[in-house]
């Protein structure tokens, strides 16, 4: 009799492992990308044969000796709803899917910022009623090595109740790109707040750079560090506990627990669990968040080499080429003075050197006060100016004056731009992004009434910098003070919420920079 049972056992593991299984990535009311192979893969018992079919294409294949399967189907234009059926064992059908443009967005807590944390947010989400937008929300996970699957939720038309919690930043850039491309837009969010980059690279990219060094030896800082720190940071849970309890006997608002750090966030930990499942996953492109984690002063002179390590990592994991990689710069906050933000922003800048990149400069827009600035509209929608002009060829303005060179003059120096069409110098007034939705269209004013361009200082052979006194001549600004007759030096913002007010025609901002580099 324990014989039978056992037997059972056995056959019922055996049966239940020859069932075809797919990733959670791939599920009903998915998007799948226009223009490129349908991948669809999963496990199955080994060497078992797996039937695919999706608008009218069948295609075969067989698991490997671990049970590893994988078919493609041929490329199609947007268009649906549709069904796909995997046929083997067992048959699974996948119901409502579409075929579009499909996003990952990613980075930290700006990026995570949610609908319901706007300004208008319930005027915002109420009018989030876009069927052919399609949410897939992954699940926080770090892990040692990289995984095939992820833990997220599952794949959600936007309606108001689906949104609520989603990015905001990643939704206001898909409905402006469904808006005008006219087909379904899928985006899969996979970040978490107040990570840094070399959490979401892989440790084969950090360690083939031995330049990149440094990050393992923070690291090990924080490791020996850490018995010393939980004890610290349970000492805080207590004091936030008590605090809590006088606020509620008193009635008084109840404080805010403060921000730490989370021990998980190893390097390669979070592209592991959060990155790399995703990737045999086709797309159109990455939109990208982040940077305030690694502004300190351990971090931030490696972010330029980190970060434009971490695009390439992506790019070669997805195997698509050089695909769109859209990133906002960090915005305007009056952080803590060993943050070095103007270092951050300049390092982002460099990052533009990679092909198919495009940089989103948010420096008139935060909030000096408030780490999470609540207009993300602006945000999403220069990231969608970005994206329509550099993945999908529209011929429009998508950033602001970025600096290309520099040229001496007499006792001065001139700045030559990039999108610098109509360079003006913006009033505190003045509008933000083409088409916003949160500011009055742009106007320039007349000579006579122009504000003076703010922002700008120079310096000599000394290092010292002096606010400089700027004039806009066609694409170009000529800086000068009576301080530094022999001006060798120039930098833009150089703060960390600074004052400057350069703009093109188009209204968008012009990034902080310094020269030489």
Same mark, same amino acid.
């Given at each position: 009799m324990?014989?039978g049972i056992?037997?059972?056992?056995l056959f019922?593991t055996?049966s239940?492992?020859a069932?075809?299984?797919? #990733?959670?990535?791939?599920?009903?009311h998915? +998007?799948?990308q226009r223009? &490129?192979? =349908?991948?669809?893969?999963?496990?199955?018992?080994p060497?078992e %044969? /797996?039937?695919v079919?999706?608008?009218g294409?069948t295609k075969?294949?067989?698991?490997?000796?671990?049970g590893?399967?994988?078919?493609?189907?041929?490329p199609g234009?947007?268009g649906g709803?549709?069904?796909l059926?995997?046929?083997? @064992?067992?048959t699974?059908?996948?119901?409502?899917?579409? =075929?579009?443009?499909v996003?990952?967005a990613?980075?930290?807590?700006n990026?995570?910022?949610p609908? @319901?944390?706007?300004? !208008?947010?319930q005027?915002e989400?109420?009018?989030?009623q876009?069927?052919k937008i399609? &949410?897939f929300h =992954?699940?926080?996970?770090t892990?040692?090595?990289p995984?095939e699957n992820?833990?997220? !939720?599952?794949? =959600?038309?936007?309606?108001?109740?689906?949104?609520?919690d989603s990015?905001? +930043?990643a939704y206001f850039?898909?409905?402006?790109l469904q808006?005008k491309l006219?087909v379904p837009?899928?985006v899969?969010?996979s970040?978490l707040?107040?990570?840094?980059?070399e959490?979401w690279?892989?440790?084969h990219?950090?360690s083939?750079d031995?330049s &990149?060094? #440094?990050?393992f030896?923070?690291r090990?800082?924080?490791l020996?560090?850490?018995?010393?720190?939980?004890?610290r940071?349970q000492q805080?849970?207590?004091?936030?506990?008590?605090?809590?309890?006088?606020a509620?006997?008193a009635g008084?608002?109840?404080?805010?627990?403060p921000?730490?750090?989370?021990?998980?966030w190893a390097?390669g930990a979070?592209y592991?669990?959060m990155?790399?499942?995703l990737t045999?996953f086709?797309?159109?492109? +990455?939109?990208w968040y982040?940077?305030e984690s690694?502004s300190?002063p351990d971090?931030?002179?490696l972010?330029?080499?980190?970060?434009?390590?971490m695009i390439?990592? $992506?790019?070669?994991a $997805?195997g698509?080429?050089d695909?769109?990689?859209?990133?906002?710069?960090?915005?305007?906050w009056?952080t803590?003075?060993e943050?070095?933000?103007?270092?951050?922003?300049?390092?982002?800048?460099?990052?533009l050197?990679?092909r198919?990149?495009?940089?989103?400069?948010?420096?008139d827009?935060?909030?000096?006060?408030?780490l999470?600035?609540k207009?993300?509209?602006?945000?999403?929608l220069r990231?969608a100016?970005?994206a329509?002009?550099?993945?999908?060829?529209?011929?429009?303005e998508?950033?602001g004056?970025?600096y290309r060179?520099v040229s001496q003059e007499?006792h001065a120096l001139r700045?030559?731009?990039?999108?610098?069409s109509? &360079?003006?110098?913006?009033s505190a007034?003045?509008?933000?992004a083409?088409?916003s939705t949160t500011?009055?269209?742009?106007?320039i %004013?007349?000579a006579?009434t122009a504000?003076?361009?703010?922002g700008?200082?120079?310096?000599?052979?000394?290092?010292?910098?002096?606010?400089?006194e700027?004039? /806009?001549?066609g694409?170009?600004?000529?800086v000068s003070?009576?301080?530094?007759?022999?001006?060798v030096?120039?930098?833009?913002?150089?703060?960390?919420s600074?004052?400057c007010?350069?703009?093109n025609r188009?209204?968008?901002p012009?990034?902080p920079?310094?020269t030489?580099e």
């Amino acid at each position: 009799m324990i014989l039978g049972i056992t037997s059972l056992i056995l056959f019922a593991t055996v049966s239940a492992s020859a069932n075809v299984t797919l #990733p959670a990535l791939l599920a009903d009311h998915m +998007v799948v990308q226009r223009g &490129l192979p =349908v991948h669809i893969w999963g496990t199955a018992a080994p060497h078992e %044969s /797996i039937t695919v079919k999706f608008r009218g294409e069948t295609k075969s294949g067989s698991a490997d000796d671990l049970g590893r399967w994988s078919v493609s189907l041929s490329p199609g234009e947007a268009g649906g709803p549709f069904q796909l059926s995997i046929i083997a @064992t067992n048959t699974i059908t996948l119901d409502d899917v579409l =075929v579009g443009e499909v996003w990952v967005a990613s980075g930290q807590s700006n990026m995570e910022f949610p609908m @319901t944390g706007l300004t !208008k947010a319930q005027e915002e989400i109420a009018a989030a009623q876009f069927p052919k937008i399609r &949410l897939f929300h =992954v699940k926080r996970k770090t892990a040692d090595l990289p995984l095939e699957n992820v833990e997220a !939720k599952e794949w =959600v038309a936007c309606t108001p109740e689906s949104v609520a919690d989603s990015s905001a +930043v990643a939704y206001f850039f898909a409905r402006n790109l469904q808006q005008k491309l006219g087909v379904p837009v899928g985006v899969i969010e996979s970040f978490l707040g107040g990570t840094p980059a070399e959490s979401w690279t892989s440790l084969h990219a950090l360690s083939a750079d031995a330049s &990149l060094m #440094p990050v393992f030896a923070v690291r090990a800082k924080q490791l020996a560090t850490e018995s010393t720190n939980e004890l610290r940071q349970q000492q805080q849970d207590r004091a936030f506990q008590q605090a809590v309890a006088q606020a509620q006997a008193a009635g008084t608002p109840i404080p805010t627990r403060p921000w730490r750090p989370d021990f998980a966030w190893a390097p390669g930990a979070l592209y592991n669990g959060m990155i790399a499942p995703l990737t045999p996953f086709a797309i159109r492109g +990455v939109i990208w968040y982040q940077g305030e984690s690694n502004s300190g002063p351990d971090r931030a002179p490696l972010y330029a080499r980190l970060f434009q390590t971490m695009i390439r990592d $992506w790019r070669n994991a $997805w195997g698509e080429g050089d695909f769109p990689f859209l990133f906002v710069q960090i915005a305007n906050w009056n952080t803590t003075p060993e943050a070095l933000w103007p270092e951050i922003r300049d390092a982002q800048r460099q990052a533009l050197a990679l092909r198919n990149t495009g940089m989103v400069v948010t420096i008139d827009i935060g909030d000096p006060v408030d780490l999470h600035p609540k207009n993300k509209q602006d945000v999403g929608l220069r990231l969608a100016l970005a994206a329509r002009a550099i993945a999908y060829g529209e011929q429009i303005e998508w950033s602001g004056p970025l600096y290309r060179q520099v040229s001496q003059e007499e006792h001065a120096l001139r700045l030559w731009f990039d999108h610098a069409s109509g &360079l003006v110098a913006k009033s505190a007034e003045g509008a933000t992004a083409a088409g916003s939705t949160t500011a009055v269209s742009a106007t320039i %004013s007349p000579a006579h009434t122009a504000p003076a361009v703010t922002g700008f200082e120079i310096a000599g052979t000394d290092g010292k910098y002096f606010p400089a006194e700027a004039t /806009i001549e066609g694409e170009s600004v000529i800086v000068s003070d009576p301080a530094v007759p022999a001006p060798v030096s120039v930098r833009y913002g150089w703060a960390a919420s600074p004052n400057c007010n350069l703009f093109n025609r188009a209204g968008l901002p012009a990034s902080p920079f310094r020269t030489p580099e």
